[in-house]
Nanobody
Framework: QVQLVESGGGLVQAGGSLRLSCAAS????????MAWFRQAPGKEREFVAR????????YYADSVRGRFTISRDIAKNTEYLQMNSLKPEDTAVYYC?????????????????????WGQGTQVTVSS
């Protein structure tokens, strides 16, 4: 099992930037991919971005492409989400997720059911 701990959330004005981190521990060698999802109040969970752990290949939701950048540091077992040009509609709890069973290879990058490990979430609030 892989344990995930997010950090870096907070309050920022529209147009500002934040960087989220997700530190993984445990059986990290089994990680196939990691991703970020978010959930705003009253809304369903939404895919944000994903990175394949070994290759570094990335994939983004249309709503964040060009503004957000996902990356990883293999030596530190940590993934990051650099968020620039933030908008009020980016306000949500952001969750880190890991696919340790290669399910998303078959189900797709944005399928939340393909990720078997989840962090506790970190709040991001963007004021207008």
């Amino acid at each position: 099992q892989v344990q995930l701990v997010e950090s870096g959330g907070g309050l920022v004005q529209a147009g500002g930037s934040l960087r989220l981190s997700c530190a993984a521990s445990g059986r990290t060698l089994s990680t196939y991919a990691m991703a970020w999802f978010r959930q705003a109040p009253g809304k369903e969970r939404e895919f944000v971005a994903r990175i394949t752990w070994s290759s570094g290949r990335t994939y983004y939701a249309d709503s964040v492409r060009g503004r957000f950048t996902i990356s990883r540091d293999i030596a530190k077992n940590t993934e990051y989400l650099q968020m620039n040009s933030l908008k009020p509609e980016d306000t949500a709890v952001y969750y880190c997720a890991a696919d340790t069973k290669k399910r998303t290879y078959y189900s797709g990058s944005s399928d939340g059911n393909g990720y078997d490990c989840w962090g506790q979430g970190t709040q991001v609030t963007v004021s207008s």
